[in-house]
């Protein structure tokens, strides 16, 4: 996988815990160089702290965090809305309605969508969706970016490549620049893919953070990956 991904929650994991959060990394002081985290453990939740320095602890002597370094990178995000469908339709149709609405409005702000796709079995019935009669002539397909937000150490025409799979259920049915399409390239060691995406990231969002993404698919596994 690329090495800066931004991702707006992370699930985190104790050994000694039957529990685990997903969290909200969010500022736990006024200084916009803090960042904290909490960790969910079987007996009570533990408040972490961090500044500037990766492992160093706040000067209100708390436990030092236990999170990966890039997850005390994140700033506060909006308070999320869960949305329940009654089934796999209604989800698909409404994911797709957010679309259709998300690049109107990244287009008309900044001239580009820039969506990193997930890969699997879940997402693909809405790529189909997006590629159908009803959904595709209601986007810009030439502003739309395609990122992925994972994929497999494969050749592209694999049958186990994510981005197959998209190129199957969405991009033979569309009209899209092929600069648009960054694509891993799972045919590479995972080291020299990894790097070679970051590169890219960094080149198309120009800058040397984490990518700043209009729309991120995440998937979830049957086994809760």
């Keep these: 996988p690329p090495r800066s991904t931004l991702f707006p929650y992370t699930t985190l994991f104790r050994s000694d815990s039957t529990s685990a959060a997903a969290?909200?990394?969010s500022c736990s002081t006024s200084s916009?160089?803090?960042?904290?985290?909490a960790l969910l453990s079987t007996r009570a939740a533990t408040r972490i702290c961090s500044r500037r320095c990766r492992f160093k602890s706040c000067s209100r002597n708390a436990r030092r965090c236990a999170a990966p370094h890039i997850t005390r990178l994140f700033s506060a995000v909006s308070k999320p809305e869960v949305i329940i469908c009654r089934n796999p339709d209604e989800l698909n149709h409404r994911a797709a309605e957010q679309?259709?609405?998300?690049?109107?409005?990244?287009s008309a702000r900044a001239g580009r969508f820039a969506v990193a796709?997930?890969?699997?079995?879940t997402p693909?019935?809405?790529?189909?969706?997006?590629?159908s009669a009803a959904y595709r002539e209601?986007?810009?397909?030439?502003?739309?970016?395609l990122f992925w937000g994972d994929e497999r150490c494969v050749a592209p025409d694999h049958a186990e490549s994510n981005?197959?799979?998209v190129e199957e259920s969405l991009l033979s049915r569309l009209e899209m620049p092929l600069e648009n399409i960054h694509r891993m390239a799972g045919e590479k060691t995972p080291q020299a893919a990894a790097a070679d995406y970051q590169d890219e990231l960094g080149k198309f969002f120009n800058s040397t953070g984490l990518p700043r993404f209009?729309?991120?698919?995440?998937?979830?596994?049957?086994?809760?990956?």
């Design 163 to 165: 981005y197959r799979m």
């Design 124 to 131: 693909k019935v809405l790529y189909a969706l997006l590629a």
């Design 138 to 145: 209601r986007v810009d397909w030439s502003r739309v970016h």
């Design 117 to 121: 796709l997930s890969g699997g079995s």
């Design 23 to 25: 969290l909200r990394p």
């Design 99 to 106: 679309f259709v609405a998300l690049a109107a409005d990244a």
């Design 214 to 225: 209009d729309l991120i698919y995440l998937g979830l596994g049957e086994d809760g990956h």
């Design 32 to 37: 916009k160089t803090a960042r904290s985290c």
